[in-house]
């Protein structure tokens, strides 16, 4: 300060240099020398405001090096036009209260909004403006303008363009309120129509004096807190205190409501669940920010901590850049208390040194992180999907997994599986559920031999000595009357390249009439054999064949794979199946180039005489087919919830989903 009088920056524009006659009207005893300075916005007039780049110091940049120059003590500025944040060495003195926030139509002939014609050219700097606009007149032609608010004027009155758009304070301060056609309903800035005083971090002396305009010594104070998983026992102390002391609480889900019902806040529940949003997330900013300009102490409630997955920092951004101070208190995530509840570590000496937290709800496709051990948040719908993408990415197909619902609650569970089993899993889930994958799993699926497991299909092989799987057969399998393969062993069989086997009752049918037409198998010795999986290659191996390839995820979708790499375009296959069997890997093949033959040799039917047992025991259900899934509805009625149903193959998975969704 100079002379006892303070420098003030401002931009050059005539509303500008009232906004600094407005702020030292309510300070008449102080004096101060006033520099106008040209910003780079107002060089710049080219530069469109709409543009999505645009610098957040477009208009203050010049100003603010005069600042930190020492060259002036303060500077004024329309509080919307500030960056966020402030550059470093600057700060915010005053927040002066706002007249009218609202935005307003100037037109040729004083003509409303509705009373333009279709096409009208309306002019206006924002692209929010020009959102709101189009909201309510989509048949509108949107014009970009640039130039102090006269200028613009000037481009109605010229005929330039038909209408504009203006903030109604801009127009009050100029002595333009007699243009005014009408208040316009849009949601505006919420800055709009304050002025702020900016000045260097730390000069105490010059910032206090304009303590008495800043209206920010009425706001509350907002606390993100995170309550933790759920079971209110986790509520860290710092956390009680904050609800003790709050006006009004902003919950999520995952937070028991009846413990909420000891603090005397006002409680609004703004959760949002897959597919169930009760607020969007820029209403939800909008509510706490309201609430605390207010003067209302609030404390935005989250499950398990603010800053993991829960838009912590999005709500820190909203409320610092408004000019409300933020505090944060942690809570115990739930992919930390995950492995308290469960006793399965997160790091372990030589199996785990490293650990990821990671979303499966994304907009953006399911990440894979690299390291030992993967914890997937809010992941429900992406198992399959996190399970396959492991898989390509070299993840070995038996890395245990555990899946884990309502962590710290009551009614958690706990679901043990495989990276080769989850990859066609489908759960008909009540979320939240955790997913956490690694060799640490290891630790405790010892657990998985408690877990029931019911078993539809009719091979119960795979699973000896398992004694907690329940095997009831859901289909029968007998032989398809049909001739056809005898013709073919007879004429044709040599013409194929390959004989694609998807199921060893495929193999054992297919053989069995070798045998009754005596035909010799050393006579196959030119036709390659692919095999879906080890049990289909189990049942070959009983006739003394080998094959040339086997699927390594046990799955028509390997055979796929292999045939896609080695195309032998025009080469013919010949398919043995069920009369349901696997059409998606006929019209694959075939869409590969390749001559197919499908050839049912077996009929799959509904076993009428299956044992029905009590569903609700279990928690995993497996099917080997489409028709497993057909034959269960048929029995049981709809699939059930909080049980992980197991496909065998991407085509039985889709039949799963078919039932869910």
């Not at 960056?83 to 307003?104: N, R, V, W």
Request: hydrophobic fraction near 40%; aromatic fraction near 8%.
């Amino acid at each position: 300060m100079m002379s006892g009088q303070l420098k003030v920056v401002a931009r050059n524009s005539p509303l500008s240099l009232l906004q600094v006659k407005e702020v030292f009207s309510h300070l008449p005893s102080l004096q101060y020398d006033l520099m106008p300075l040209a910003s780079f916005g107002d060089k710049n007039k080219h530069i469109s405001l709409m543009d999505v780049a645009l610098a957040e110091d477009f208009f203050t940049r010049e100003l603010d090096a005069v600042l930190l120059k020492g060259e002036a003590d303060v500077a004024v500025h329309s509080a919307k036009d500030l960056p966020y944040p402030l550059p470093s060495g600057l700060e915010l003195f005053c927040l002066t209260e706002a007249d009218d926030q609202s935005d307003s139509l100037v037109s040729k002939g004083n003509l409303t909004l509705q009373q333009l014609s279709s096409g009208a050219r309306v002019g206006t700097s924002s692209l929010n403006r020009k959102n709101e606009l189009l909201k309510l007149r989509p048949d509108l032609t949107i014009v970009s303008v640039r130039g102090t608010i006269e200028e613009r004027i000037e481009q109605v009155d010229n005929g330039s363009i038909d209408a504009l758009i203006v903030a109604t304070c801009a127009l009050q301060r100029l002595g333009l309120y007699h243009r005014i056609v009408e208040k316009l309903p849009f949601k505006t800035h919420a800055l709009q129509g304050h002025l702020a005083v900016v000045g260097r971090t730390g000069e105490t002396e010059t910032a206090s004096l304009f303590t008495r305009l800043d209206i920010r010594s009425r706001y509350g104070k907002v606390t993100l807190a995170g309550f933790g998983p759920g079971n209110p026992d986790l509520l860290t102390i710092a956390g009680d205190k904050a609800l003790q002391d709050a006006d009004v609480i902003f919950h999520d889900d995952l937070i028991a409501i009846d413990f909420l019902k000891k603090y005397n806040a006002e409680k609004v529940y703004v959760g949002k669940r897959k597919d169930r949003h009760s607020h969007r997330q820029d209403e939800i900013n909008e509510l706490v920010y309201q609430a605390a300009i207010n003067g209302k102490n609030v404390v935005r409630l989250k499950g398990g901590d603010p800053m993991i997955f829960a838009h912590g920092r999005e709500e820190i951004d909203y409320l610092q850049s408004h000019f409300v101070k933020v505090s944060v208190i942690p809570g115990v995530s739930s992919g930390i208390a995950l492995a308290a509840y469960t006793h399965i570590p997160l790091t372990h000496r030589n199996v785990s040194s490293s650990v990821a937290f990671a979303t499966g709800h994304s907009e953006k496709d399911v990440q894979i992180p690299n390291a030992d051990t993967l914890v997937y948040y809010m992941a429900g719908s992406k198992t399959s999907e996190i399970a396959k993408k492991l898989i390509l990415s070299g993840r070995d197909v038996d890395t245990p997994v555990a899946l884990v619902y309502n962590v710290s609650l009551p009614d958690q569970k706990t679901f043990f599986s495989t990276l080769n089993e989850l990859q066609y899993s489908v759960f008909k889930y009540p979320t939240p559920i955790l997913i956490i994958i690694g060799e640490v799993v290891a630790f405790e699926n010892v657990g998985a031999k408690n877990q029931k497991v019911l078993l539809t299909g009719t091979n119960r092989d795979a699973y000896k000595g398992q004694d907690h799987i329940t095997h009831t057969p859901l289909i029968t399998v007998r032989k398809a009357e049909n001739n056809t393969l005898h013709q073919l062993l007879r004429e044709k069989i040599n013409r194929y390249d390959w004989i694609v086997f998807t199921s060893r009752y495929g193999v054992s049918f297919f053989f069995e009439d070798l045998d009754e037409i005596g035909f010799d198998i050393r006579r196959l010795g030119a036709v390659r054999i692919a095999s879906v999986g080890k049990t289909t290659t189990a049942e070959l191996k009983k006739y003394r064949v080998y094959p040339d390839i086997e699927s390594l995820t046990e799955s028509a979708e390997g055979l796929i794979a292999y045939f896609g790499e080695n195309k032998n375009n025009n080469g013919k296959i010949l398919l043995p199946r069920s009369d349901k069997g696997l059409k998606l890997l006929s019209d694959e093949l075939t869409a590969l180039g390749y001559h197919v033959t499908d050839l049912p040799l077996y009929e799959n039917r509904m076993n009428a005489e299956a044992q029905k047992v009590n569903v609700s025991e279990f928690h995993k259900i497996i099917f080997s087919s489409p028709s497993g899934v057909d034959a269960f509805e048929q029995i049981y009625g709809e699939l059930p919830e909080g049980i992980q149903l197991v496909a065998k193959g991407r085509t039985t998975e889709n039949r799963l989903l078919q039932s869910i969704n």
